[in-house]
């Protein structure tokens, strides 16, 4: 059983920066792929970022591609998120979320672990 823990959300203006952070146990970091969801208000939760357990590719959504880069450490059982050039649209509630499948996918329904999420506001 794999427990994930997010940290790194707050309150920042537009145009500003956050890294989040996701620290794995209870299981072998390295035998998962890794993806950032995010979830809205009165919205579905959709795919942001995920990366690789081997080769360690990265996959990003349209929303957030050229603003966001998602890394690993598999030394500190980790996975971040780095988001720039932030937008009032990316708040949202940010969750971590592991998969024992071969490469990411932007489907949440093939994640089996999830962390409970960190709020990122973004006022207008």
């Known amino acids: 059983q794999v427990q994930l823990v997010e940290s790194g959300g707050g309150l920042v203006q537009a145009g500003g920066s956050l890294r989040l952070a996701c620290a794995a146990s209870?299981?072998?970091?390295?035998?998962?792929?890794m993806g950032w969801f995010r979830q809205a208000p009165g919205k579905e939760r959709e795919f942001v970022a995920g990366?690789?357990?081997?080769?360690?590719?990265?996959y990003y959504s349209d929303s957030v591609k050229g603003r966001c880069t998602i890394s690993r450490d598999n030394t500190k059982n980790t996975v971040y998120l780095e988001m720039n050039s932030l937008k009032p649209e990316d708040t949202a509630v940010y969750y971590c979320?592991?998969?024992?499948?071969?490469?990411?996918?932007?489907?949440?329904?093939?994640?089996?672990?999830w962390g409970q999420g960190t709020q990122v506001t973004v006022p207008s």
């Open positions: 979320a592991a998969s024992s499948i071969p490469a990411v996918s932007a489907r949440s329904g093939n994640y089996e672990y």
């Open positions: 209870g299981g072998t970091f390295g035998n998962y792929i």
């Open positions: 990366i690789n357990r081997a080769d360690f590719r990265t």
